[in-house]
Protein backbone atom coordinates (compact mmCIF):
# COMPACT_ATOMS: atom_id res chain seq x y z
CA UNK A 1 0.00 0.00 0.00
CA UNK A 2 1.22 3.76 -1.07
CA UNK A 3 1.02 5.66 1.68
CA UNK A 4 -1.08 8.46 0.25
CA UNK A 5 -4.11 5.29 0.34
CA UNK A 6 -3.45 5.86 4.15
CA UNK A 7 -6.12 7.69 5.96
CA UNK A 8 -4.70 10.94 7.63
CA UNK A 9 -6.04 10.17 11.13
CA UNK A 10 -4.21 6.62 11.14
CA UNK A 11 -0.29 8.91 9.94
CA UNK A 12 1.56 10.75 12.20
CA UNK A 13 1.47 14.48 11.96
CA UNK A 14 4.87 16.05 11.91
CA UNK A 15 3.88 19.86 11.44
CA UNK A 16 4.27 20.18 15.02
CA UNK A 17 8.32 20.28 14.09
CA UNK A 18 8.14 22.02 11.09
CA UNK A 19 5.12 22.82 9.08
CA UNK A 20 6.39 22.07 5.82
CA UNK A 21 9.79 20.63 4.43
CA UNK A 22 10.55 23.78 3.05
CA UNK A 23 10.50 25.27 6.39
CA UNK A 24 13.51 22.05 7.62
CA UNK A 25 15.76 23.70 4.08
CA UNK A 26 15.24 27.28 5.94
CA UNK A 27 16.47 26.28 9.44
CA UNK A 28 18.75 24.17 8.20
CA UNK A 29 20.50 26.90 6.59
CA UNK A 30 20.24 29.46 9.27
CA UNK A 31 21.56 26.49 11.94
CA UNK A 32 24.65 26.30 9.61
CA UNK A 33 25.13 29.84 9.97
CA UNK A 34 24.61 29.71 13.83
CA UNK A 35 27.32 27.07 14.09
CA UNK A 36 29.66 29.08 12.00
CA UNK A 37 29.19 32.01 14.65
CA UNK A 38 29.89 29.52 17.41
CA UNK A 39 33.27 30.75 17.95
CA UNK A 40 34.69 28.43 20.67
CA UNK A 41 37.53 30.94 21.49
CA UNK A 42 35.72 33.10 23.74
CA UNK A 43 35.37 29.83 26.04
CA UNK A 44 38.30 27.45 25.37
CA UNK A 45 40.54 28.47 28.36
CA UNK A 46 37.67 30.42 30.32
CA UNK A 47 35.61 28.21 32.10
CA UNK A 48 36.85 28.77 35.43
CA UNK A 49 34.53 31.92 34.78
CA UNK A 50 31.30 32.09 35.88
CA UNK A 51 29.90 33.87 33.60
CA UNK A 52 31.77 32.48 30.28
CA UNK A 53 30.54 29.03 31.49
CA UNK A 54 27.04 30.27 31.56
CA UNK A 55 27.40 31.51 28.47
CA UNK A 56 28.70 28.30 27.01
CA UNK A 57 25.55 26.19 28.15
CA UNK A 58 23.06 28.45 26.95
CA UNK A 59 24.69 28.57 23.43
CA UNK A 60 25.54 25.04 23.20
CA UNK A 61 21.95 24.21 24.81
CA UNK A 62 20.72 26.13 21.83
CA UNK A 63 22.35 24.88 18.98
CA UNK A 64 21.50 21.12 20.44
CA UNK A 65 18.15 21.79 20.59
CA UNK A 66 17.38 23.09 17.22
CA UNK A 67 20.33 20.42 15.70
CA UNK A 68 17.68 18.14 17.65
CA UNK A 69 14.21 19.25 16.07
CA UNK A 70 15.80 19.17 12.34
CA UNK A 71 17.39 15.33 13.03
CA UNK A 72 14.09 13.69 14.60
CA UNK A 73 11.89 15.57 11.85
CA UNK A 74 15.16 14.13 9.13
CA UNK A 75 15.10 11.08 10.06
CA UNK A 76 11.00 10.16 10.80
CA UNK A 77 10.28 11.37 7.32
CA UNK A 78 12.97 8.75 6.14
CA UNK A 79 11.43 6.23 7.86
CA UNK A 80 7.91 6.70 6.48
CA UNK A 81 9.50 6.10 2.74
CA UNK A 82 13.44 5.15 3.33
CA UNK A 83 12.83 5.29 -0.83
CA UNK A 84 12.83 9.33 -0.68
CA UNK A 85 16.37 10.34 -1.38
CA UNK A 86 15.91 14.14 0.36
CA UNK A 87 15.16 12.35 3.59
CA UNK A 88 18.47 10.20 3.47
CA UNK A 89 20.72 13.03 2.70
CA UNK A 90 19.02 15.02 5.22
CA UNK A 91 19.78 12.05 7.91
CA UNK A 92 23.49 12.66 6.58
CA UNK A 93 23.79 15.72 7.06
CA UNK A 94 22.01 16.12 11.08
CA UNK A 95 24.78 13.48 11.39
CA UNK A 96 27.51 15.39 10.08
CA UNK A 97 26.55 18.44 11.91
CA UNK A 98 26.73 16.74 15.21
CA UNK A 99 29.63 15.13 14.49
CA UNK A 100 31.13 18.99 14.14
CA UNK A 101 29.65 20.26 17.21
CA UNK A 102 30.94 17.13 19.46
CA UNK A 103 33.91 18.29 17.67
CA UNK A 104 34.43 21.96 18.35
CA UNK A 105 33.51 20.83 22.42
CA UNK A 106 35.67 18.35 22.89
CA UNK A 107 38.03 20.61 24.82
CA UNK A 108 34.99 21.19 27.63
CA UNK A 109 35.08 18.08 29.83
CA UNK A 110 38.41 18.05 30.23
CA UNK A 111 38.95 21.29 31.10
CA UNK A 112 35.71 21.35 33.32
CA UNK A 113 37.26 18.37 34.88
CA UNK A 114 40.72 20.17 35.41
CA UNK A 115 38.92 22.73 37.70
CA UNK A 116 39.75 22.70 40.87
CA UNK A 117 37.48 21.35 43.21
CA UNK A 118 36.47 24.51 45.15
CA UNK A 119 35.73 26.11 42.01
CA UNK A 120 33.49 22.84 40.70
CA UNK A 121 31.60 22.26 43.81
CA UNK A 122 30.69 26.27 43.83
CA UNK A 123 29.18 26.23 40.05
CA UNK A 124 27.47 22.46 41.60
CA UNK A 125 25.82 24.78 44.23
CA UNK A 126 24.88 27.56 42.23
CA UNK A 127 21.25 28.33 41.23
CA UNK A 128 22.62 29.82 38.08
CA UNK A 129 23.76 26.37 37.03
CA UNK A 130 20.60 24.18 38.35
CA UNK A 131 20.04 22.44 35.00
CA UNK A 132 23.59 21.70 34.35
CA UNK A 133 24.24 20.51 38.04
CA UNK A 134 23.91 16.82 37.72
CA UNK A 135 26.13 16.97 34.84
CA UNK A 136 28.78 18.88 37.30
CA UNK A 137 28.37 16.86 39.98
CA UNK A 138 29.64 13.78 38.13
CA UNK A 139 32.33 15.36 36.21
CA UNK A 140 33.27 16.43 40.55
CA UNK A 141 33.05 12.44 41.12
CA UNK A 142 35.16 11.63 37.88
CA UNK A 143 38.31 13.55 38.92
CA UNK A 144 39.82 10.40 40.35
CA UNK A 145 39.79 8.74 37.24
CA UNK A 146 40.85 11.39 35.12
CA UNK A 147 44.81 11.20 34.24
CA UNK A 148 47.64 14.14 33.30
CA UNK A 149 46.97 16.33 30.34
CA UNK A 150 49.42 14.04 28.26
CA UNK A 151 47.96 11.32 29.62
CA UNK A 152 44.63 11.81 28.57
CA UNK A 153 45.84 13.23 25.48
CA UNK A 154 47.25 9.31 24.48
CA UNK A 155 44.22 7.68 25.30
CA UNK A 156 42.24 9.70 23.16
CA UNK A 157 44.90 9.14 20.51
CA UNK A 158 44.74 5.34 21.40
CA UNK A 159 40.78 5.11 21.58
CA UNK A 160 40.96 5.81 17.23
CA UNK A 161 43.06 2.74 17.38
CA UNK A 162 41.23 0.63 20.02
CA UNK A 163 37.58 0.90 18.71
CA UNK A 164 37.16 -1.20 15.97
CA UNK A 165 36.71 -4.35 17.39
CA UNK A 166 32.40 -3.86 17.14
CA UNK A 167 33.12 -2.53 13.92
CA UNK A 168 35.33 -5.79 13.04
CA UNK A 169 32.68 -8.27 14.73
CA UNK A 170 29.97 -6.50 12.89
CA UNK A 171 31.91 -6.95 9.47
CA UNK A 172 32.10 -10.76 9.87
CA UNK A 173 28.64 -11.16 11.33
CA UNK A 174 27.27 -8.95 8.19
CA UNK A 175 30.14 -9.15 5.77
CA UNK A 176 31.78 -12.68 6.00
CA UNK A 177 29.57 -15.00 8.20
CA UNK A 178 28.21 -16.74 4.64
CA UNK A 179 24.95 -18.29 5.73
CA UNK A 180 23.73 -21.20 3.45
CA UNK A 181 20.32 -21.50 2.49
CA UNK A 182 17.82 -23.67 4.20
CA UNK A 183 14.10 -24.47 4.14
CA UNK A 184 11.39 -21.75 4.93
CA UNK A 185 7.90 -23.49 4.68
CA UNK A 186 8.89 -25.89 2.72
CA UNK A 187 10.75 -23.40 0.24
CA UNK A 188 15.05 -23.22 -0.03
CA UNK A 189 15.51 -19.33 0.57
CA UNK A 190 18.73 -17.61 1.66
CA UNK A 191 19.42 -17.43 5.58
CA UNK A 192 19.19 -14.12 7.53
CA UNK A 193 19.76 -13.50 11.22
CA UNK A 194 16.34 -11.75 10.33
CA UNK A 195 14.73 -14.76 9.51
CA UNK A 196 17.04 -17.19 12.11
CA UNK A 197 14.31 -15.33 14.56
CA UNK A 198 11.47 -15.95 12.95
CA UNK A 199 11.66 -19.67 12.41
CA UNK A 200 12.78 -20.51 15.91
CA UNK A 201 9.51 -18.64 16.75
CA UNK A 202 7.61 -21.28 14.11
CA UNK A 203 6.32 -24.66 15.01
CA UNK A 204 8.05 -26.15 12.13
CA UNK A 205 10.44 -28.28 14.36
CA UNK A 206 12.24 -30.09 11.37
CA UNK A 207 12.91 -26.12 10.19
CA UNK A 208 13.97 -25.03 13.36
CA UNK A 209 16.41 -27.69 13.44
CA UNK A 210 17.99 -27.54 10.40
CA UNK A 211 18.77 -23.43 10.93
CA UNK A 212 20.03 -23.70 14.13
CA UNK A 213 22.27 -26.42 13.12
CA UNK A 214 23.44 -24.23 9.74
CA UNK A 215 23.26 -20.74 11.84
CA UNK A 216 25.79 -21.66 14.08
CA UNK A 217 27.74 -23.72 11.79
CA UNK A 218 28.47 -20.67 10.04
CA UNK A 219 29.75 -19.06 13.62
CA UNK A 220 32.08 -21.97 14.20
CA UNK A 221 33.55 -21.53 10.40
CA UNK A 222 34.75 -18.10 11.94
CA UNK A 223 35.39 -18.77 15.28
CA UNK A 224 38.95 -18.05 15.22
CA UNK A 225 38.59 -14.58 14.74
CA UNK A 226 35.74 -13.64 16.41
CA UNK A 227 37.89 -15.38 19.55
CA UNK A 228 40.61 -12.91 18.97
CA UNK A 229 38.09 -10.07 18.16
CA UNK A 230 36.17 -10.79 21.34
CA UNK A 231 39.70 -11.04 23.72
CA UNK A 232 40.86 -7.56 21.76
CA UNK A 233 37.89 -5.91 23.25
CA UNK A 234 38.22 -6.98 26.78
CA UNK A 235 41.81 -6.38 26.25
CA UNK A 236 40.62 -3.11 25.61
CA UNK A 237 37.83 -2.70 28.47
CA UNK A 238 41.29 -4.09 31.15
CA UNK A 239 43.63 -0.61 29.28
CA UNK A 240 41.09 2.07 30.00
CA UNK A 241 40.17 0.56 33.30
CA UNK A 242 43.54 0.22 34.37
CA UNK A 243 44.73 3.66 32.96
CA UNK A 244 41.60 5.18 34.45
CA UNK A 245 42.36 3.74 38.18
CA UNK A 246 39.50 1.40 38.69
CA UNK A 247 39.30 -1.54 40.49
CA UNK A 248 37.64 -3.44 38.02
CA UNK A 249 36.31 -3.45 33.91
CA UNK A 250 33.02 -3.87 35.80
CA UNK A 251 33.53 -0.92 37.93
CA UNK A 252 34.44 1.36 35.20
CA UNK A 253 31.78 0.41 33.01
CA UNK A 254 29.12 0.97 35.64
CA UNK A 255 30.49 4.21 36.21
CA UNK A 256 29.33 5.27 33.44
CA UNK A 257 25.78 5.24 34.37
CA UNK A 258 26.57 5.99 37.83
CA UNK A 259 25.74 2.93 38.52
CA UNK A 260 26.80 0.52 41.37
CA UNK A 261 28.24 -2.23 41.42
CA UNK A 262 25.69 -3.47 43.84
CA UNK A 263 23.00 -4.02 41.91
CA UNK A 264 24.98 -6.29 39.11
CA UNK A 265 25.81 -8.36 42.46
CA UNK A 266 22.20 -8.50 43.75
CA UNK A 267 21.13 -9.51 40.18
CA UNK A 268 23.54 -12.39 39.59
CA UNK A 269 22.84 -13.56 43.17
CA UNK A 270 19.05 -13.38 42.88
CA UNK A 271 18.59 -15.41 39.33
CA UNK A 272 20.67 -18.11 40.97
CA UNK A 273 18.17 -18.49 43.80
CA UNK A 274 15.57 -19.03 41.06
CA UNK A 275 16.79 -21.21 39.11
CA UNK A 276 15.26 -24.22 40.12
CA UNK A 277 12.12 -22.72 39.31
CA UNK A 278 13.46 -21.68 35.33
CA UNK A 279 14.75 -25.32 35.84
CA UNK A 280 11.08 -26.57 36.18
CA UNK A 281 9.70 -24.26 33.52
CA UNK A 282 11.84 -25.82 30.97
CA UNK A 283 11.15 -29.52 32.37
CA UNK A 284 7.28 -28.08 31.71
CA UNK A 285 7.81 -26.96 28.66
CA UNK A 286 9.26 -29.95 27.59
CA UNK A 287 6.39 -31.99 28.88
CA UNK A 288 3.62 -29.68 26.76
CA UNK A 289 5.87 -30.12 23.65
CA UNK A 290 5.71 -33.48 23.73
CA UNK A 291 9.38 -34.54 22.77
CA UNK A 292 13.02 -33.98 23.85
CA UNK A 293 13.53 -30.41 23.90
CA UNK A 294 16.52 -29.16 22.52
CA UNK A 295 18.06 -25.61 22.00
CA UNK A 296 16.24 -24.74 19.31
CA UNK A 297 13.14 -25.90 20.78
CA UNK A 298 13.03 -23.30 23.45
CA UNK A 299 11.08 -20.40 21.43
CA UNK A 300 8.62 -23.09 20.41
CA UNK A 301 4.91 -21.46 21.36
CA UNK A 302 3.46 -23.67 23.64
CA UNK A 303 -0.23 -22.19 23.57
CA UNK A 304 -1.55 -21.84 19.66
CA UNK A 305 -4.60 -20.07 17.95
CA UNK A 306 -4.55 -17.22 20.66
CA UNK A 307 -4.53 -14.32 18.50
CA UNK A 308 -6.85 -11.17 19.63
CA UNK A 309 -7.22 -9.81 15.93
CA UNK A 310 -8.85 -6.25 16.55
CA UNK A 311 -8.57 -3.15 14.04
CA UNK A 312 -6.49 -0.77 15.43
CA UNK A 313 -8.73 1.85 17.56
CA UNK A 314 -10.40 -1.18 19.04
CA UNK A 315 -6.68 -2.33 20.06
CA UNK A 316 -6.21 1.16 21.31
CA UNK A 317 -8.74 1.72 23.20
CA UNK A 318 -7.95 -1.90 24.83
CA UNK A 319 -4.76 -0.70 25.65
CA UNK A 320 -6.57 2.44 27.32
CA UNK A 321 -8.80 -0.12 29.48
CA UNK A 322 -5.55 -2.09 30.29
CA UNK A 323 -3.64 0.63 31.46
CA UNK A 324 -6.87 2.19 33.67
CA UNK A 325 -4.55 1.51 36.73
CA UNK A 326 -2.18 4.37 36.50
CA UNK A 327 -5.07 7.01 36.33
CA UNK A 328 -6.92 9.82 34.55
CA UNK A 329 -3.88 11.71 33.86
CA UNK A 330 -2.43 9.22 31.99
CA UNK A 331 -5.39 7.79 30.09
CA UNK A 332 -6.10 11.49 29.28
CA UNK A 333 -2.81 11.97 27.71
CA UNK A 334 -3.00 8.52 25.86
CA UNK A 335 -5.95 10.00 24.17
CA UNK A 336 -4.66 13.14 23.48
CA UNK A 337 -1.58 10.86 21.52
CA UNK A 338 -3.94 9.51 18.92
CA UNK A 339 -6.16 12.54 18.71
CA UNK A 340 -3.00 14.46 17.95
CA UNK A 341 -1.54 12.21 15.60
CA UNK A 342 1.80 11.34 17.59
CA UNK A 343 1.24 7.76 16.29
CA UNK A 344 2.02 6.52 11.93
CA UNK A 345 0.13 3.27 12.59
CA UNK A 346 -0.03 1.51 9.72
CA UNK A 347 2.85 -0.49 7.47
CA UNK A 348 3.10 1.41 3.61
CA UNK A 349 5.43 0.40 0.82
CA UNK A 350 8.89 2.38 2.11
CA UNK A 351 8.40 2.00 5.66
CA UNK A 352 10.88 1.04 7.74
CA UNK A 353 10.03 -2.28 9.98
CA UNK A 354 9.39 -2.12 13.54
CA UNK A 355 8.12 0.34 16.20
CA UNK A 356 10.00 3.04 18.30
CA UNK A 357 9.33 6.01 20.07
CA UNK A 358 11.14 9.07 19.33
CA UNK A 359 11.03 13.00 19.83
CA UNK A 360 12.44 16.12 20.72
CA UNK A 361 12.27 18.31 24.15
CA UNK A 362 10.42 20.77 22.13
CA UNK A 363 7.60 18.82 20.26
CA UNK A 364 5.29 16.25 22.23
CA UNK A 365 7.14 12.74 21.08
CA UNK A 366 5.83 10.45 18.31
CA UNK A 367 5.59 6.33 17.92
CA UNK A 368 6.02 4.88 14.59
CA UNK A 369 4.00 1.48 14.32
CA UNK A 370 3.45 -1.05 11.32
CA UNK A 371 0.19 -2.23 12.85
CA UNK A 372 -1.24 -5.47 12.15
CA UNK A 373 -4.02 -7.15 13.60
CA UNK A 374 -2.28 -9.44 16.84
CA UNK A 375 -2.28 -10.14 19.91
CA UNK A 376 1.85 -8.93 20.01
CA UNK A 377 0.88 -5.54 17.70
CA UNK A 378 -2.02 -4.63 20.61
CA UNK A 379 1.16 -5.28 23.13
CA UNK A 380 3.78 -3.10 20.94
CA UNK A 381 1.15 -0.14 20.72
CA UNK A 382 1.19 -0.57 24.80
CA UNK A 383 5.08 -0.74 24.89
CA UNK A 384 5.45 2.44 22.26
CA UNK A 385 3.35 4.37 24.50
CA UNK A 386 4.93 3.81 27.31
CA UNK A 387 8.01 5.02 26.00
CA UNK A 388 6.51 8.07 24.77
CA UNK A 389 4.28 8.87 27.78
CA UNK A 390 7.94 8.65 29.93
CA UNK A 391 9.48 11.03 27.15
CA UNK A 392 6.30 13.58 27.51
CA UNK A 393 6.30 13.71 31.10
CA UNK A 394 10.41 13.69 31.42
CA UNK A 395 9.93 16.79 28.91
CA UNK A 396 7.58 18.84 30.41
CA UNK A 397 8.81 18.74 33.91
CA UNK A 398 12.65 18.93 33.47
CA UNK A 399 15.15 21.71 32.37
CA UNK A 400 16.27 20.24 28.90
CA UNK A 401 19.81 19.59 30.16
CA UNK A 402 18.02 16.99 32.33
CA UNK A 403 15.34 15.60 30.56
CA UNK A 404 16.95 12.83 28.77
CA UNK A 405 16.68 9.90 30.59
CA UNK A 406 19.97 6.57 30.50
CA UNK A 407 19.08 3.55 28.49
CA UNK A 408 19.31 2.12 32.50
CA UNK A 409 16.09 3.49 32.58
CA UNK A 410 14.51 3.50 29.08
CA UNK A 411 12.92 0.12 29.05
CA UNK A 412 10.89 0.39 32.32
CA UNK A 413 8.16 2.39 31.44
CA UNK A 414 7.48 0.27 28.33
CA UNK A 415 7.33 -2.82 30.15
CA UNK A 416 5.02 -1.40 32.72
CA UNK A 417 3.00 -1.15 30.19
CA UNK A 418 3.14 -4.70 28.87
CA UNK A 419 2.64 -6.36 32.14
CA UNK A 420 -0.17 -3.61 33.24
CA UNK A 421 -2.20 -4.87 29.76
CA UNK A 422 -1.51 -8.32 30.28
CA UNK A 423 -2.88 -8.85 33.61
CA UNK A 424 -5.79 -6.75 32.75
CA UNK A 425 -6.33 -9.29 29.50
CA UNK A 426 -5.55 -12.15 32.05
CA UNK A 427 -8.90 -10.88 34.76
CA UNK A 428 -11.09 -10.14 32.19
CA UNK A 429 -11.36 -13.02 29.73
CA UNK A 430 -13.11 -16.28 30.73
CA UNK A 431 -11.06 -18.16 27.47
CA UNK A 432 -8.81 -20.47 28.76
CA UNK A 433 -6.93 -20.73 26.29
CA UNK A 434 -5.95 -16.99 25.89
CA UNK A 435 -5.45 -17.18 29.62
CA UNK A 436 -2.70 -19.67 28.70
CA UNK A 437 -1.66 -17.90 26.14
CA UNK A 438 -0.86 -15.04 28.28
CA UNK A 439 0.96 -16.81 30.75
CA UNK A 440 2.89 -18.54 28.40
CA UNK A 441 3.95 -14.92 27.13
CA UNK A 442 4.79 -13.72 30.58
CA UNK A 443 7.00 -16.28 31.17
CA UNK A 444 8.48 -16.49 28.25
CA UNK A 445 9.27 -12.39 28.38
CA UNK A 446 10.55 -13.18 31.93
CA UNK A 447 12.91 -16.23 31.03
CA UNK A 448 14.16 -13.94 27.73
CA UNK A 449 14.41 -10.82 29.10
CA UNK A 450 15.72 -11.63 32.71
CA UNK A 451 17.42 -15.26 32.72
CA UNK A 452 18.99 -14.90 29.57
CA UNK A 453 20.05 -11.49 29.99
CA UNK A 454 21.41 -12.27 33.03
CA UNK A 455 23.34 -15.18 31.86
CA UNK A 456 24.73 -13.01 28.97
CA UNK A 457 25.68 -10.43 31.73
CA UNK A 458 27.02 -13.46 34.38
CA UNK A 459 29.54 -14.99 31.32
CA UNK A 460 30.49 -11.36 30.00
CA UNK A 461 31.98 -11.06 33.84
CA UNK A 462 33.46 -14.48 34.22
CA UNK A 463 35.49 -13.46 30.47
CA UNK A 464 36.40 -10.56 31.78
CA UNK A 465 37.60 -11.89 35.54
CA UNK A 466 39.54 -14.62 33.77
CA UNK A 467 41.23 -11.73 31.46
CA UNK A 468 41.93 -9.56 34.20
CA UNK A 469 43.35 -12.49 36.66
CA UNK A 470 45.79 -12.82 33.46
CA UNK A 471 44.94 -15.92 31.56
CA UNK A 472 44.40 -15.58 27.84
CA UNK A 473 40.80 -15.66 26.45
CA UNK A 474 40.71 -18.72 23.68
CA UNK A 475 37.48 -20.75 21.77
CA UNK A 476 38.18 -23.30 24.25
CA UNK A 477 37.75 -21.56 27.60
CA UNK A 478 34.99 -18.87 26.02
CA UNK A 479 32.82 -21.74 25.00
CA UNK A 480 33.42 -23.82 28.13
CA UNK A 481 32.18 -20.52 30.35
CA UNK A 482 29.25 -20.39 28.10
CA UNK A 483 28.34 -23.72 27.93
CA UNK A 484 28.27 -24.46 31.59
CA UNK A 485 26.41 -21.19 32.37
CA UNK A 486 23.61 -22.64 29.48
CA UNK A 487 23.48 -25.94 31.48
CA UNK A 488 23.25 -23.88 35.30
CA UNK A 489 20.30 -21.92 33.44
CA UNK A 490 18.57 -24.11 31.89
CA UNK A 491 18.90 -27.44 34.09
CA UNK A 492 17.75 -31.01 32.76
CA UNK A 493 15.25 -30.49 31.07
CA UNK A 494 16.55 -29.76 27.60
CA UNK A 495 18.89 -31.10 25.67
CA UNK A 496 22.10 -28.70 25.72
CA UNK A 497 23.08 -29.38 22.07
CA UNK A 498 27.05 -28.35 21.59
CA UNK A 499 26.37 -25.70 19.16
CA UNK A 500 24.74 -23.81 21.92
CA UNK A 501 28.71 -23.25 23.55
CA UNK A 502 29.08 -21.26 20.85
CA UNK A 503 26.47 -18.87 21.08
CA UNK A 504 28.19 -16.14 23.23
CA UNK A 505 30.11 -15.47 19.39
CA UNK A 506 27.04 -14.17 17.91
CA UNK A 507 26.44 -11.67 20.90
CA UNK A 508 26.82 -8.25 19.33
CA UNK A 509 25.96 -6.57 22.76
CA UNK A 510 29.46 -8.21 24.01
CA UNK A 511 31.04 -5.56 21.90
CA UNK A 512 29.20 -2.52 24.28
CA UNK A 513 30.98 -4.47 27.64
CA UNK A 514 28.04 -4.80 31.14
CA UNK A 515 25.39 -3.35 28.99
CA UNK A 516 23.02 -6.50 28.74
CA UNK A 517 21.98 -6.87 32.54
CA UNK A 518 20.12 -3.18 31.73
CA UNK A 519 17.38 -5.52 30.31
CA UNK A 520 16.90 -7.86 33.38
CA UNK A 521 17.11 -4.96 36.07
CA UNK A 522 14.47 -2.79 33.72
CA UNK A 523 12.31 -5.85 33.52
CA UNK A 524 12.44 -6.28 37.44
CA UNK A 525 11.83 -2.91 38.08
CA UNK A 526 8.70 -2.78 36.08
CA UNK A 527 7.26 -6.07 37.73
CA UNK A 528 8.43 -4.20 40.87
CA UNK A 529 6.10 -0.95 40.35
CA UNK A 530 3.36 -2.81 38.46
CA UNK A 531 2.66 -5.15 41.79
CA UNK A 532 2.87 -1.55 43.79
CA UNK A 533 0.45 -0.08 41.86
CA UNK A 534 -2.01 -2.74 41.98
CA UNK A 535 -1.84 -3.65 45.60
CA UNK A 536 -1.44 0.30 46.50
CA UNK A 537 -3.25 2.45 43.97
CA UNK A 538 -3.12 6.40 43.98
CA UNK A 539 -0.06 6.58 46.12
CA UNK A 540 2.26 3.88 43.94
CA UNK A 541 0.55 5.52 40.96
CA UNK A 542 1.86 8.87 42.56
CA UNK A 543 5.35 7.46 43.23
CA UNK A 544 5.15 6.18 39.47
CA UNK A 545 4.55 9.97 37.84
CA UNK A 546 7.57 11.15 39.81
CA UNK A 547 9.83 8.35 38.05
CA UNK A 548 8.18 9.40 34.64
CA UNK A 549 8.68 12.95 35.63
CA UNK A 550 12.64 12.57 36.81
CA UNK A 551 14.33 12.40 33.18
CA UNK A 552 18.07 11.85 33.90
CA UNK A 553 17.91 14.95 36.91
CA UNK A 554 20.29 12.55 39.32
CA UNK A 555 21.69 8.74 39.31
CA UNK A 556 19.10 6.03 37.44
CA UNK A 557 19.50 4.29 40.99
CA UNK A 558 17.84 7.17 42.80
CA UNK A 559 15.51 7.94 40.52
CA UNK A 560 14.18 4.31 40.16
CA UNK A 561 13.71 4.75 44.50
CA UNK A 562 11.45 7.50 44.27
CA UNK A 563 9.23 4.85 42.32
CA UNK A 564 9.93 2.39 45.54
CA UNK A 565 12.06 0.04 43.84
CA UNK A 566 15.71 -0.13 45.47
CA UNK A 567 17.58 -1.91 43.54
CA UNK A 568 20.40 -1.50 46.11
CA UNK A 569 18.71 -3.71 48.48
CA UNK A 570 17.60 -7.62 47.22
CA UNK A 571 13.39 -6.94 47.19
CA UNK A 572 12.75 -6.11 43.86
CA UNK A 573 14.75 -8.88 42.50
CA UNK A 574 13.13 -11.24 45.15
CA UNK A 575 9.91 -10.45 44.39
CA UNK A 576 10.09 -10.24 40.35
CA UNK A 577 11.33 -14.06 40.74
CA UNK A 578 8.04 -14.37 43.08
CA UNK A 579 6.24 -13.09 40.02
CA UNK A 580 8.12 -15.82 37.92
CA UNK A 581 7.28 -19.06 40.16
CA UNK A 582 3.60 -17.74 40.72
CA UNK A 583 3.08 -17.31 36.95
CA UNK A 584 4.52 -20.84 36.48
CA UNK A 585 1.98 -22.20 39.18
CA UNK A 586 -1.15 -20.29 37.34
CA UNK A 587 -0.14 -21.71 33.93
CA UNK A 588 0.18 -25.38 35.44
CA UNK A 589 -3.04 -24.94 36.90
CA UNK A 590 -4.65 -24.00 33.31
CA UNK A 591 -2.44 -26.57 32.08
Same mark, same amino acid.
Given at each position: ?????????????????????????????????????????????????????????????????? %?????????????????????????????????? =???????????????????????????????????????????????????????????????????????????? =????????????????????????????????????????????????????????????????????????????????????????????????????????????????????????????????????????????????????????????????????????????????????????????????????????????????? %???????????????????????????????????????????????????????????????????????????????????????????????????????????????????????????????????????????????????????????????????????????????????????????????????????????? =??
Amino acid at each position: MERKEIAENLKWDLSGIFPTDEAWDEEYKALEAAMAAFDTSRYQGKLSDKETLKAYFAEIAALSRR %GEKLYVYAHMSHDQDVRVAKYTSNVALMMSFFAK =LSAKVAFVDPELTALDEETLNAFIADPDFAAQEYRLRRIADGKAHVLSEGEEKILALASDVLGGFRDTFMMLDNAN =LNLPKAHLNGEEVQMSHGLYGMVLHSDNREEREEWFKKYYAAYIALIDAITQTYYGNVKKDIFYSTARKYGSCMERALDGEDVQPIVYENLISAVHAALPTMHKYISLRAKLLGYEQHMYDIYAPLVEDAEIKLPFDDAYELVIQGLAPLGKDYEKLLREGKQQRWIDVMENDGKRSGAYSTGVYDTHPYVLLNYQQSTNDIFTTAHEM %GHAIHTYQSNKTQAYEKADYTIFLAEIASTVNEVLLLKHLYKTTDDKNLKRYLLAYYMDMIRATLFRQTQFAEFEQQAHAKAEAGEPLTKENLCAIYYQLNKDYYGEGIVHDEEISYEWARIPHFYTSFYVYKYATGIISAISIVTRILNEGEAAVKDYFTFLQSGGKTDPVSILKGAGVDLTTSAPFEAAMKEFENTLKEFEE =LS
